[in-house]
């Protein structure tokens, strides 16, 4: 590897959000998707693609945003700018693309006074058929839609291929179109598990091509190692890394206080069982029923266990990590959310300190 490359791979490396392991829940698709929006961004100029911001760099009173694509999209030299979620654009260097060895990925770079959201990566060595995933792009216009619009669609792990051309091992479900390659394709936690790349279609009599039937990324995992290769370090990354535990159950429309499913024990790293519902329960204490780092302010408020499951999915898109309340507060953010106080760590980076309050929508 050159000193180049080296030194550029270490400079992404150490900007990346490597997702640290607990057991959580499964997002809903339209919070997937709230997640997807603020991470996705558009390539115009030469062949139309998807990037996803995947690191950023502060230097001064500015931020070097990395996007990570698909290599055909930039394959020739050309006028390439991108457009972020608050719809500004930034041209790109197109000295400054970086192919990676071997694989259909390329990271590009500009510079902003706006601090952008970066992408959390997952593990998608940990995938399985009929794993759920999500694809997010800016497709090329056709007939129907004759302009470039935000595109985001759900499907399921089909395959997993053990050998490939170009890093393309990841087989799914999800319907796109022309102009989504490079796009991110992400789990049900709002993690970018695949870069999307490629699919199965056919030329229609107008010249536009329809992508149907199955589709192919290349798998995060495939990037990290390009980076991570020859003993370079990649952010706080570590050998023992262990991706999350997905739960997976239904999900309840009803508010705080409504009728919910009765509370009852849970191990570690075991999903809770969810079969016996009661339109009103009596709230619980802070047993070993009750999560520790959920406190319910008001013992007369009727508890409903979906909120834990709503209450994590805020941590998890907040960048907090749950901590028992019953700890040191001066290790802690303190965070109001309906009649329920909820206490997190903050993760580096994050935006909320230690030993501070907040109040947060609860739905939100």
């Not at 009173?61 to 979620?85: C, E, F, G, S």
């Not at 499907?155 to 291929?161: D, E, F, T, V, Y």
């Not at 796009?183 to 279609?201: D, F, S, Y």
């Not at 206080?257 to 009103?280: F, W």
Request: glycine share 10%.
């Amino acid at each position: 590897m050159n000193k180049s490359y080296q030194a550029w791979a270490m400079t992404i490396g150490a900007a990346l959000t490597l997702v640290q392991p607990q057991a959580v829940w499964a997002l809903e698709s339209r919070e997937v998707n709230e997640i997807a929006k603020e991470i996705t961004v558009r390539i115009s100029g030469g062949d139309n693609g998807t990037g996803v911001i995947i690191a950023r760099k502060r230097k001064g009173d500015h931020y070097y945003m990395y996007v990570l694509t698909a290599h055909h999209v930039v394959l020739r030299q050309n006028d390439y700018k991108i457009k972020t979620p608050d719809k500004e654009e930034y041209g790109v260097d197109y000295s400054k693309i970086r192919r990676l060895p071997a694989v259909d990925l390329a990271l590009l770079e500009f510079t902003s006074t706006t601090k952008y959201k970066v992408a959390k990566i997952g593990d998608s060595d940990r995938l399985t058929e009929a794993s759920a995933v999500y694809t997010a792009g800016w497709p090329v216009p056709g007939s129907a839609i004759t302009e470039r619009i935000y595109q985001f669609t759900e499907g399921k792990i089909s395959a997993l291929r053990s050998s490939s051309l170009e890093g393309y091992t990841l087989v799914y479900t999800n319907n796109t179109r022309a102009g989504m390659s490079g796009g991110p394709v992400l789990n049900e936690l709002g993690q970018v598990i695949g870069i999307h790349g490629k699919a199965e279609g056919e030329r229609l009599s107008g010249g536009q091509v329809l992508k149907a039937g199955f589709n192919l990324g290349i798998p995060i995992q495939t990037f990290i190692d390009s980076i991570y290769g020859n003993g370079l370090r990649i952010g706080k990354r570590n050998n023992n890394y262990h991706p999350p535990h997905i739960y997976t159950s239904p999900r309840m429309n009803s508010a705080i206080g409504q009728g919910g499913y009765e509370g009852e024990s849970q191990t570690e790293g075991q999903a809770p069982d969810r079969t016996s519902r009661t339109p009103r329960i009596d709230p619980p204490t802070n047993d070993n029923r009750f999560p520790s780092h959920i406190v319910l302010n008001n013992q007369s408020q009727p508890f409903v266990p979906n909120d834990i499951d709503r209450i994590d999915s805020v941590l998890i898109h907040k960048d907090l990590q749950p901590a028992a309340c019953n700890q040191s507060a001066d290790d802690l953010v303190r965070i109001r959310m309906g009649p329920y106080k909820v206490c997190a760590y903050p993760n580096p980076g994050t935006k909320y300190r230690a030993a501070t309050e907040h109040e947060f929508p609860f739905w939100r």
